[in-house]
């Protein structure tokens, strides 16, 4: 929590006057009760109204001028805790999106989702709190305190008993009852997760007509939230009715004292008065403490997790800087085969150059010395092997292949054998756990992040599009890009009758996820957006699984018949999606079962076969 009070150091000024101006404040009411002495002793005693007029006036003007000064410093703390809480919002916000896919799987959209919203908030309040109490309760206290020994040393030794003994009563409560909080806290987070699921996947739940087992479990999680406030609601109200047994129990000592002096003439009736005024003053004074207490724990733990999302380093900086580390030094993985033993380049030691091309033994030295006389492969897996944060084994083992510029590679497998994974890894969404990815000749670890992914145009499983309009959507790919280069990605990727069917056509309105447009015209657009830029590498990860065979098959031959021939990966389960790819890998639970074209598979490769019997012969 300590870090995050740097983002407080523009709002210096205001975090020094909101205190300043509520201590005034706190000044203005410990006058009062002298003011109601004087009106007790001086203008009832004399029964002089003009006098008691006066302290009237008197009275109403410490109430303005504290009135004045509790705004000010309401409007100094606000100003403070809600540039802080923009600041931490905004610095949160920049620090996730540089995030590797790894990080965001690690803590989840939703945990971010609370960091940056509910956590903040929290925090911002308890920012707010601080800097208008933090001062001003123990002020009072303390200030009541010295204004009773001023009057009458005597009867304030009973404010010395009363005092530390309500201070033991309150802090005692709060001692049980803040870790308890805390359990409040965690459950209200769980409560804000099963909703949060629940609203986003609120199409799911009426598809599947899991509306009851849904409800029941909201309940649940409701019900152990509430019995948790229950709890701690019955220990703090324990703390008012012994407080007031403590208070009143010391007024009623101050009285009778009083009383007593009052009889012997050293004590006036007005000074009793404002004995009394100051005791209910740190009562009220130590309760607002003990709930602004409760108020600084949930922040500090809220402001401890915010900061612990702030620590977490990207795996992926964006200056791609990954290999560094190997040079002149041990090797890192990326320089490793499979087996662990040291690729061998084609010239010079690991590191010598980043522009030098991997090369290998035996019939993969052969291969890159014959590719190497058509040109560096455009893109280039050398032993890969992936295993995901936590997940117990590989995903992908021993991929190796290459690819020429221009080629059309089809990859089909059966789910979860790796496809998305493997063209993840292109892009560096995700980076490998041994072996290498080239892109021309060159690991992908050592291009800047920026300039790797605008030479690489994915097109994910899930299409998404963004709230605004469709020209804003494809602009994505290329922020400059003119009208007609627009239009030209629309025509490729099939989507130009989608602008055109709307109305305001490229300035016709996306609603949240693109919710007003098919999940084919999704698709569509999404292929457009990556087209826009005119990527080296197109990646298509099943996206035209929504596509009717027709429009699937135009697509393809516009993407073979682009200007500048990308290289283009397809993924997809349908053999007829991938059977014209120059080259087809076949995957099997993250393994290679086989390469080559769609008649070379259909001899060698079962798996491939198998694919393709289902989905052709028996039809
Ligand atoms: N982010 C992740 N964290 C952990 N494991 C993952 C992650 N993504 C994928 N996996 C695992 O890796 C394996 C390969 O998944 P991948 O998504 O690459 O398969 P796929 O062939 O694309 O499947 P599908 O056709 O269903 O999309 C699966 O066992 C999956 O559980």
Redesign the pocket.
């Known amino acids: 929590m300590k870090k995050l009070l740097v983002y407080l150091k523009d709002y210096k000024k205001e975090s020094i006057l909101a205190p300043l101006f509520k201590m005034l404040e706190a000044s203005f009411e410990l006058i009062v009760p002298l003011v109601v002495t004087a009106m007790i002793d001086v203008g009832i005693a004399d029964k002089n109204s003009g006098y008691i007029l006066k302290m009237c006036l008197v009275m109403v003007a410490l109430g303005l001028i504290g009135l004045l000064c509790s705004v000010t410093a309401q409007y100094f703390a606000a100003k403070a805790a809600a540039g802080f809480g923009t600041r931490v919002r905004h610095q949160l916000f920049a620090h996730i999106q540089s995030f590797s896919?790894?990080e965001i799987?690690q803590e989840g959209t939703a945990t971010l989702i609370t960091r940056m919203t509910s956590d903040i908030n929290q925090v911002q309040s308890g920012v707010n709190m601080v800097l208008r109490l933090f001062l001003r309760s123990p002020f009072i206290v303390f200030g009541a305190m010295v204004m009773a020994f001023t009057i009458d040393w005597k009867a304030a030794l009973i404010f010395a008993v009363a005092i530390p003994l309500l201070s033991l009563v309150v802090f005692g409560v709060m001692a049980v009852s803040i870790p308890l909080y805390r359990k409040v806290q965690e459950r209200l987070d769980k409560v804000l997760g099963i909703t949060r699921e629940n609203l986003t996947g609120a199409r799911v739940i009426r598809a599947f007509h899991k509306e009851e087992e849904e409800k029941a479990r909201f309940e649940e999680g409701l019900e152990s939230l509430t019995s948790m406030q229950n709890h701690v609601g019955k220990i703090s109200a324990f703390m008012n009715p012994v407080t007031y047994v403590i208070i009143n129990g010391a007024t009623i000592l101050l009285l009778y004292t009083g009383a007593v002096q009052v009889d012997a003439g050293s004590l006036t009736q007005g000074e009793v008065v404002a004995l009394v005024n100051y005791m209910s003053q740190i009562l009220v004074e130590l309760i607002k403490l003990a709930n602004l207490i409760v108020t600084i724990t949930k922040a500090v733990a809220c402001g401890n997790r915010v900061e612990s999302i702030l620590e977490i380093q990207s795996s992926m900086p964006a200056d791609g800087n990954q290999l560094e580390h190997s040079v002149g030094g041990t090797l890192s993985s990326d320089f490793r085969t499979a087996d662990g033993s040291p690729l061998e380049y084609s010239g010079g030691e690991v590191g010598d150059s980043t522009e030098q091309s991997i090369g290998e033994t035996g019939n993969r030295t052969e291969q890159l010395e014959t590719e190497n006389q058509t040109g560096t492969p455009a893109v280039e897996f050398a032993h890969v092997g992936?295993t995901?944060?936590?997940?117990g084994g590989e995903?992908?083992s021993d991929i190796d292949f290459s690819v020429k510029k221009g080629e059309t590679i089809g990859?089909i497998?059966?789910?979860?054998?790796?496809?998305?994974?493997?063209?993840?890894l292109i892009p560096r969404f995700?980076d490998v756990t041994s072996g290498a990815v080239l892109l021309n000749g060159r690991n992908v670890r050592e291009y800047p992040l920026e300039e790797l992914r605008q030479k690489v145009g994915i097109v994910m499983?899930r299409a998404v599009l963004f709230k605004g309009t469709i020209r804003e959507n494809l602009c994505w790919g290329k922020a400059d890009a003119s009208e007609e280069e627009l239009y030209e990605a629309l025509e490729i990727a099939q989507a130009k009758e989608v602008v055109e069917g709307k109305e305001g056509s490229l300035n016709a309105p996306v609603e949240q996820g693109g919710k007003n447009f098919s999940g084919g015209q999704r698709q569509r657009l999404t292929i457009a957006r990556a087209l826009v830029r005119k990527p080296e590498i197109l990646i298509l990860?099943?996206s035209a699984s929504a596509l009717d065979y027709a429009t699937d098959a135009k697509l393809r031959k516009s993407i073979r018949e682009m200007e500048g021939s990308p290289t283009v990966f397809i993924?997809s389960?349908r053999t007829s999606s991938i059977q014209h790819a120059d080259k087809i890998i076949v995957?099997e639970d993250?393994e290679v079962a086989g390469i080559g074209t769609h008649q070379q598979l259909l001899e060698s490769c079962g798996v491939y076969r198998e694919i393709y019997e289902s989905q052709y012969k028996k039809q």
């Open positions: 896919f790894t799987d992936l995901y944060q936590g997940a995903s992908l990859i497998g059966g789910t979860g054998s790796g496809k998305t994974s493997l063209v993840h995700y499983q990860d099943d993924v389960q995957l993250g």
